[in-house]
């Protein structure tokens, strides 16, 4: 039984980053039946920064943790299984200054966990989230896949960053771009955001 965490991070009721990823879950799981979903609305309900008593309490083993760092670790540690145990991660976030939204950014910083995720080696870091497949759907009012305005998406090298820092390399972004370039311009690329989804989903 495969396992998809859906990731939505946009703010926008119309989100087109959530629209689209929505959509993609939805057709890989007809796809494949039986596949579980976890969804996080990191949006609608907005994770926990790190503050000083989490950065204490992940540098301890569990069992001598207090009570408050128990608790103040206690999300991570279920952002982290759900991480784990994906087989597909859909991520959809809209480019907001030229990255990802702060509420990605907030996941991103509860699952990067030393001795979980990744681990270190006297050769380097060696990420522990293998195995899996990311599909990054990147929605934003300009172009930011090619042409002049490229060198601004720090996005999607990030999240490769990231991701791959994790043990994540497979990752495909799904530009939904030139939503600001009129109607026409917004309906081709919605349009073809869709269609790549389709065929995704047929060859899962």
Do not use: C
Not at 94 to 104: Q, W
Not at 156 to 177: H, M, N, R, W
Request: charged share 20%; proline share 4%; net charge negative.
């Amino acid at each position: 039984m495969s396992s998809i965490l859906l990731l939505t991070s946009s703010p926008r009721v119309d989100s087109l980053s959530t629209t689209i990823a929505v959509d993609l879950v939805e057709k890989i799981k007809a796809q494949q039946p039986g596949s579980v979903v976890v969804r996080r609305d990191l949006a609608s309900k907005p994770l926990p920064h790190i503050d000083d008593l989490f950065t204490a309490a992940i540098r301890k083993p569990a069992d001598d943790r207090t009570a408050a760092e128990a608790a103040a670790v206690k999300t991570s540690d279920e952002l982290v299984a759900e991480l784990l145990a994906a087989d597909t991660i859909v991520i959809g976030t809209g480019l907001i200054n030229f990255n990802i939204y702060s509420s990605l950014k907030t996941w991103i910083d509860n699952v990067a966990r030393a001795g979980l995720t990744f681990k270190y080696t006297e050769s380097g870091p060696v990420g522990l989230a293998t195995g899996k497949k990311v599909y990054v759907v990147l929605a934003s009012g300009g172009v930011y896949s090619q042409g002049p305005a490229a060198g601004m998406n720090h996005a999607v090298p990030y999240l490769k960053s990231v991701l791959g820092f994790l043990g994540i390399a497979d990752i495909e972004t799904i530009y939904v771009e030139g939503l600001a370039f009129g109607p026409e311009a917004a309906e081709k690329a919605i349009g073809a955001a869709k269609a790549r989804a389709e065929e995704i989903a047929l060859a899962a």
